[in-house]
């Protein structure tokens, strides 16, 4: 799983597209310093979550492509591959508590989409 | 040394016999003695043979399964002497046997009246797959047919001349149908009612003669001197036990045949034991299966050492002739002293009802039903278990004008005791005690318990059950989709259709909460395009979409997708083949023939699957839906053009079929085939939707499966027209994806369906709910609107920029590597994926 070890630079915010290059509630991918970092604009509350792209359960770059909602109060994206689900926010996955993704800040700068690390 | 233990006759008792014998710990050598040449088969439903049911699927065994439990079994060969000293029997083959005990499950055979010409070529009887073999030809050469005996089994055998397309005709020598089980006035509606169905009825005629015909091949004259011409007679005029065989051992048999037993199932010798409808218990003998099971129960149960007695059985008989309900329960006729009588008669519709009271008015002795018995099987409880009638009996057999529920007896009302399933003597206890433990669906219960699994016809009843013991467990039965609606699939669907909702959201404020989840939104994603059929891709819709709808191909284990282009009925030209082999060695994909008659394209990067689909679609080529929960393929064998058994062109029609049906969204995926005659070489029966040719047209099969849990499918219709078939699967479906339940195959929705194959015929061939114009209507709507979604992604470059990996990047996703195996790629493995991240 060195995959998802890897983080940003802590220090920057990083650009990485713009507000229209986002569909409601469909996940985009984006690469940053060569992290796959999945991104969702989830129109019931506006909010933008920037989660790694890596699945650990199957071991694939595929959280971009999963279906996105709620459970129990908590934002969550569903694996596309075994549909495991981890909270957008903390990264922590509903179905197995060890396994904790991370997660990525989101601020928009005039309509441009920009990342850093928690 | 093991006991030895003879069988004469392999029929459905004997068979049951020996197989509790096989249940039990007993030790025992078992040999078994059939005279017919295959071992035992299901006479109850031995009608389907002429639906196109087989010899094999009427099999309640076989040899081999014999054979594995040691059991000598021999077909073919009757017993034809014993000798109760020396205690052992021969065969008419001259085999010899030895027995410890021996039993009789000889059962009986057709009565022929005794007239002259009786034998003539094409008189035949009722009661054998080889009889039914005869019949079956025979007909084939026949324009005119007779049955002579208008009792239950008689009209069975018309139903049966009826739909193998001939005139015709019941004989009976009694004033009316049914005799032994309807009153006057309610064989008289019978008679009405399967007249109508152009079935002609001739009562209280005596056939003097059977001899050659003028017009027809026979001729029978009657007492009257009046003459019927007609090409065949089938005999269906009461059976008689064999009991010739026990006559000559001395065993004591009944004035009017069948062999005596006492209690235990004995005869009157006490090593001898007689079983099912060849044995006369008090007086009579018992013509219907139940009583021989547990007949044959009560055997076993003297080797066990747990003796039991008979105690009689429930006569009580509810069947569909000719399309009409009749049933009757108990004393039916009112021949109980003292007992009275409540009578509904409604001549416009062809409906009869009677109860027989007794003479406090306070417990149901009998009832007899005739065009509508819905209320069998409550006024069957009140029979068996003696429950007090309500206080104006009259209510249980009178219509509820004013839209109010019958009076029918709750589920709850009976006592543990009451036995629901008579064929497999399951009684509420049993069936409550299989929920405690856990099968907690109709199908689950079914195979638990074995209730409902003979005749069906307490299947409604056990459903009942089911549900009432849920809810008394406070198992929820949460049927909600999930925590964002509490609705079940079908509420969902009726609530989408009747408000003309259009998208997701519009749906989740007017009836959910939340921002819905990945179980919530594929199917209501599916639930719209079944209903309006709109570009599943449209914005409103994308999100609600699993990846592989999303993408339109399937997400294989690395994060690559397939490419699935459809070949309806698997016809592919030399040309499209090169296409294929083409763009398959252009972007390196691995290839594969698929078990749906079609070509799989694997390890396509999610940038490459537009231009790959761009050349796909320019030769011609549609989406083949390979990731969609909608029709996948549709079998063919070759059939008629180049096979020499094909009756019919079954590559046209599976053609057709697919192009009709593709893109259909249901919910799950469905399944056809289409084979050229019955040798089946496209497994048709297999499954969601079969069709198999015939001389005529077309058999319907529905509800098959392979998968995880295989079912055959079960023959719907038989002999159809194209526009027939078309139009009974139009209804099908749209009854399925309005009725199914999420992610539920035809086959696990058939199972868990009340009232089952039956029910579902009434449905969409009577149209008893009236739906069928909306079904078809409905269904045009799709066929109607369909477009290719490859097509349309094509040809629209805002979808085709979704299908990037990175937004802002146009490298290549790292995790996605092959390795190269048998000349093609494969997804490397997760060490060869770290090699190769080392040395890259
Ligand atoms: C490609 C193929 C195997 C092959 O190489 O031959 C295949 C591959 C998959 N099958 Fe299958 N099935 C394929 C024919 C079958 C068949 C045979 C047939 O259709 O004649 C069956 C049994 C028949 C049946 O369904 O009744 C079959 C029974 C299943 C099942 C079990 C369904 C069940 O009711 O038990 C699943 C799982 C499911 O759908 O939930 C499944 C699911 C799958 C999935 C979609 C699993 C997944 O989610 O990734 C596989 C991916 C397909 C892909 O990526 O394109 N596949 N699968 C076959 C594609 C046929 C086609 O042309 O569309
Ligand atoms: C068309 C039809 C429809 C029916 N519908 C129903 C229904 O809906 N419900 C219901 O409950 N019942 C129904 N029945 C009746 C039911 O089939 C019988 O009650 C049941 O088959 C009796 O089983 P059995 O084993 O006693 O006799 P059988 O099934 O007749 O078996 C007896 C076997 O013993 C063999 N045999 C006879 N003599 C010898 C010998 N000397 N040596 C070796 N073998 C011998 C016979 O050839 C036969 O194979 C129907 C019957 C028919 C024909
Ligand atoms: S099912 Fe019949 S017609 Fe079709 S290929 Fe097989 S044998 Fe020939
Ligand atoms: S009563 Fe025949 S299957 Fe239950």
């Not at chain 1, 689900?85 to 441009?112: M, W």
């Not at chain 2, 009887?125 to 084939?140: C, F, H, N, P, V």
């Not at chain 2, 719209?528 to 997400?555: G, Q, R, V």
């Amino acid at each position: 799983m060195n995959a998802i070890n890897k983080s940003l630079d802590t220090t920057l915010w990083h650009e990485v597209c713009q507000m229209d290059d986002l569909i409601d509630d469909v996940g985009v991918c984006v690469l940053v310093d060569d992290v796959q970092i999945a991104l969702f604009r989830v129109s019931g509350n506006d909010e933008i979550y920037a989660i790694n792209n890596f699945d650990p359960f199957s071991n694939a770059n595929v959280l971009s492509r999963g279906i996105c909602g709620d459970l129990k109060g908590q934002v969550v994206i569903a694996s596309p591959i075994y549909k495991q689900h981890f909270n957008l926010k903390t990264g922590q996955c509903l179905e197995d508590e060890t396994v904790i993704l991370p997660t990525y800040s989101v601020r928009i700068v005039d309509a441009s989409v920009q990342l850093a690390n928690n | 040394m093991k006991k030895k233990i003879v069988v004469i006759g392999n029929g459905m008792v004997g068979h049951y016999y020996v197989d509790k014998l096989l249940q039990s710990d007993l030790e025992l050598d078992i040999t078994v003695i059939g005279a017919e040449p295959r071992p035992a088969y299901d006479r109850v439903h031995l009608s389907e043979f002429f639906s196109g049911k087989k010899p094999e699927d009427l099999a309640l065994t076989s040899r081999d399964y014999y054979i594995e439990n040691g059991v000598n079994a021999f077909f073919g060969d009757p017993v034809t002497d014993i000798n109760t000293e020396k205690k052992s029997i021969t065969t008419n083959g001259g085999m010899s046997f030895e027995y410890d005990q021996l039993v009789f499950a000889t059962g009986s055979y057709a009565f022929i009246p005794p007239i002259p010409g009786n034998d003539l070529p094409n008189c035949m009887a009722y009661r054998t797959i080889d009889d039914l073999g005869e019949i079956k030809a025979s007909a084939k050469e026949s324009k005119v047919g007779v049955v002579v005996g208008g009792g239950l089994l008689g009209l069975e055998c018309a139903n049966a001349l009826m739909n193998l397309g001939l005139e015709t005709h019941v004989v009976e020598f009694a004033p009316g149908l049914m005799n032994a089980q309807l009153d006057e006035d309610g064989s008289r509606m019978l008679r009405k009612k399967i007249e109508a169905l152009g079935v002609r009825v001739h009562t209280s005629k005596s056939t003097k003669q059977i001899s050659k015909g003028d017009e027809c091949r026979l001729k029978m004259t009657f007492a009257e001197g009046d003459v019927l011409e007609t090409d065949m007679i089938v005999y269906s005029a009461g059976i008689r036990p064999y009991d010739q065989l026990a006559k000559s051992a001395g065993l004591t048999v009944g004035e009017r045949g069948g062999i005596v037993i006492d209690y235990h199932c004995r005869a009157s010798n006490k090593d001898i034991f007689a079983i099912g409808e060849c044995a006369l218990w008090a007086g009579r003998t018992l013509g219907l299966v139940a009583p021989g099971y547990r007949m044959a129960d009560i055997a076993v149960s003297q080797l066990t050492g747990e003796a039991q007695s008979f105690k009689g059985a429930d006569m009580s008989t509810k069947l569909k002739l000719l399309g009409v309900d009749v049933g009757s329960i108990g004393d039916s006729l009112g021949n109980t002293e003292g007992s009275l009588r409540y009578v509904y008669s409604d001549a416009c519709n062809y409906i009869y009802k009677s109860l027989v009271v007794n003479e406090d008015g306070n417990k149901l002795l009998g009832a007899a039903l005739v065009g509508d018995c819905a209320e069998y099987d409550s006024l069957l409880q009140y029979y068996l278990n003696g429950i007090d009638l309500p206080e104006h009996p009259d209510d249980l057999i009178l219509p509820q004008r004013d839209g109010s529920a019958p009076v029918g007896l709750g589920v709850d009302a009976l006592p543990d005791t009451a036995q629901i399933c008579s064929c497999n003597n399951v009684s509420k206890a049993d069936l409550v005690a299989a929920v405690d433990s856990g099968s907690h669906t109709l199908g689950e219960l079914k195979s638990c318990t074995k209730a409902g699994t003979t005749c069906g016809g307490c299947s409604v009843m056990v459903g009942q059950i089911l549900n009432s013991e849920l809810e008394k467990r406070g198992v929820e039965v949460n049927t909600d989709v999930c925590e964002h609606f509490p609705y079940t699939r079908q509420d969902l669907y009726m609530i989408v259709r009747s408000e003309q909702i259009r998208n997701f959201s519009d749906l989740v404020s007017r009836h959910g909460t939340g921002l819905g989840c990945d179980v919530c939104k594929p199917l209501v994603a599916s639930i719209l395009a079944s209903c309006w059929n709109e570009y599943i891709l449209k914005d409103e819709h994308a999100p609600l979409l699993d990846t592989n709808d999303h993408f339109l191909a399937n997400m294989q284990k690395n994060g690559t997708y397939s490419i699935v282009p459809r070949v309806p009925g698997g016809e592919i030209t030399p040309d499209k083949l090169i296409v294929i082999g083409e763009v398959a060695k252009k972007y390196n994909l691995y290839t594969k023939i698929t078990g749906g008659q079609r070509i799989d394209l694997f390890g396509a990067r999610i940038d490459q699957l537009p231009p790959i689909w761009e050349e796909l679609v320019n030769a011609g080529f549609e989406s083949g839906h390979a990731y969609a929960k909608s029709l996948r393929t549709v079998k063919s064998c070759v059939g008629s053009t180049w096979c020499r058994f094909g009756v019919q062109d079954s590559v046209k029609m599976a053609i057709d079929l697919e192009n009709r049906y593709k893109g259909l969204r249901a919910p799950h995926k469905f399944k056809m085939a289409v084979s050229g005659c019955t040798r089946e070489c496209a497994e048709a029966q297999s499954k969601d939707v079969g069709i198999i040719a015939t001389e005529k047209g077309w058999n319907l099969y529905v509800c098959g499966n392979g998968g995880m849990k295989p079912r055959h499918a079960d023959l719907f219709a038989s002999d159809l027209d194209d526009e027939t078939l078309i139009r009974y699967i139009d209804r099908f479906y749209m009854f399925y994806i309005r009725t199914g339940d999420k992610l539920q195959r035809t086959s696990t929705w058939m199972d868990n369906l009340e009232g089952g194959l039956k029910y579902l015929q009434e449905v969409i061939i009577n149209d008893r709910l009236g739906i069928c114009g909306e079904l078809e209507k409905e269904m045009a709507l799709i066929v109607n609107t369909f477009h290719c979604e490859w097509k349309s992604t094509v040809d629209d470059p805002e979808k085709m920029k979704r299908f990037r990996h990175f937004i802002n990047s146009d490298k290549k996703d790292n995790k996605v590597v092959f390795v190269q195996e048998r000349d093609q790629i494969r997804p490397a493995s997760k060490d060869e994926q770290l090699e190769y991240a080392e040395t890259a």
